[in-house]
């Protein structure tokens, strides 16, 4: 008896499963065709809503939209193809909450105090969800990672901040890992469905809705998407094409809900994976490209003819301060990151509308390499980008100490690429002795960067007491925490 009644609540999930599925279908999209000039005529309205889509653990370059020769990403390609799509784009960290904390603060790793596994946000911190509920918006977060936490001051100036409750997993594949800890219930579908039923009833008021998409980090996707083999790079795009169909879901419900012509929805990830590149697979190790080059798409309430695609260097702390320009809302307090309104204007090919010339950098992230070990000292790395070249140093305090103009010092603490020849940075140009003169250039726009003065909230950063619960639940998305 007992499974009988199994059987047929396994049958029950699977009908709900796959009746979600036939939400996937695009509709026509009925935007109307907007200009350059729409661009800016965003700022004077009223009546703009923004989807926030994060998907953990999304590198650039799995994205067609991108370059990648597998089709794992139909619906985004979309939004890109008739939206602005920014081509390199980086994320501030390698992990999710430091990552994480410098998209809502708009700050550097070192100037907000994110950086290892304890750390919270204050509430003197200013968050856009904070700005935005003080200009009339109503502020919902949907979230499956454990970084994020209301633990961790992340759900901040949100109305509602809710994990959604999980249900059966019936027919999905994901990543096999030696950690027994490696897996959480549910899957993307119940942020979708939570997200799609905020949608139905959101009122007339102006809303930003905040998703956190977790099935890439998990390499888990339903049968029907896997389309593309069973090795882990293979499981990794059948996730991606997975939550592509779930973000379909989500346009096809903005449109249905008539929603989509007053609606900014943001695409981009925390950070991204690696694949053995550099000799090591994941994340939260290193700052080499393949796990900070993240895709950035903007879908506008109306569709571009010609899709803009910005080809100047941006970053994550850019996200927030470009759409506060575009909606003309109040600047984020103490930033790092600039608007890249101008950069989009002048990609579209009328700078003579943009306010100044394309910025071209210097961009930063950083990793304290101790983020998950209480009793161990920092440990941080960091890494510069530059149109044409990427460098990374290891920020030692007894190093930093010796002699400034030693070589040896300096070729084992930095690293230095071209990215013109060498975009997946294989051949450390500091091997080479002429190239140290280069490296005491960049050595100094590091230094002025981490000079810069921190927000008054600063010191006000908190360390949390983990329960033992929650660093299961951290170890399950596959964090080892000491």
């Known amino acids: 008896m007992l499974s009988r009644k199994i059987l047929y609540a396994a049958l029950g999930i699977l009908l709900a499963v796959l009746f979600f599925l036939t939400q996937f279908q695009f509709q026509p999209d009925e935007r109307p065709i907007g200009e350059v000039e729409s661009i800016l005529e965003l700022a004077s309205r009223d009546d703009l809503n923004i989807v926030f889509v994060l998907i953990d653990t999304l590198r650039a370059d799995r994205l067609t939209s991108y370059g990648y020769e597998r089709p794992t990403s139909p619906t985004m390609d979309r939004l890109a193809r008739t939206g602005i799509r920014f081509s390199r784009h980086y994320s501030q960290s390698s992990w999710t909450k430091t990552s994480m904390a410098s998209i809502w603060t708009g700050m550097y790793p070192h100037r907000n105090g994110i950086l290892r596994f304890d750390h919270a946000l204050p509430d003197a911190a200013l ?108 499981l990794y795009d059948n996730s991606i094409h997975w939550t592509d169909r779930n973000i379909a879901a989500l346009i096809k419900t903005l449109e249905e809900e008539n929603l989509r012509d007053n609606t900014i929805v943001v695409i981009t990830s925390d950070h991204g994976e690696a694949f053995g590149e550099h000799g090591a697979e994941g994340h939260a190790k290193d700052l080499h490209t393949e796990v900070i080059h993240v895709p950035w798409i903007l879908s506008l309430p109306f569709s571009l003819a010609e899709g803009i695609v910005v080809n100047s260097p941006s970053e994550n702390v850019d996200i927030w301060p470009t759409l506060f320009d575009l909606m003309g809302a109040p600047e ?134 983990l329960s033992d619960m929650q660093k299961g639940q951290l170890r399950a998305i596959g964090y080892a925490i000491e």
């Open 127 to 234: 968050l856009p969800a904070e700005i935005l509920r003080e200009e009339g918006f109503s502020t919902a977060a949907i979230w499956r990672n454990g970084w994020v936490a209301p633990t961790f001051g992340f759900d901040q100036g949100f109305e509602t901040y809710h994990r959604p409750s999980t249900g059966m997993q019936i027919g999905f594949q994901r990543r096999e890992s030696e950690n027994p800890y490696a897996k959480i219930a549910g899957s993307d579908v119940d942020v979708t469905e939570n997200a799609i039923e905020f949608l139905r009833l959101t009122g007339d008021d102006s809303f930003m809705l905040y998703l956190h998409y977790m099935d890439a980090h998990q390499y888990m996707s339903d049968e029907t998407s896997a389309l593309f083999g069973s090795s882990y790079s293979d």
């Open 332 to 465: 984020l307090e103490y930033a790092d990151g600039r608007s890249r309104l101008s950069e989009i204007l002048t990609s579209a090919g009328r700078p003579d509308l943009a306010e100044r010339e394309p910025d071209t950098g210097p961009l930063f992230a950083e990793l304290d390499r101790s983020w998950g070990k209480a009793e161990k000292p920092s440990d941080p790395i960091v890494a510069l980008t530059l149109p044409d070249n990427r460098y990374m140093r290891v920020i030692n305090p007894n190093a930093l100490r010796q002699k400034a103009g030693s070589q040896r010092l300096r070729r084992s603490t930095s690293l230095l690429y071209d990215l013109r020849e060498d975009p997946l940075e294989q051949n450390d140009l500091l091997q080479r002795e002429e190239n140290d003169e280069r490296a005491t250039k960049l050595d100094a726009m590091v230094d002025e960067i981490l000079a810069r003065p921190p927000p008054p909230w600063r010191n006000d950063v908190e360390k949390v007491e």
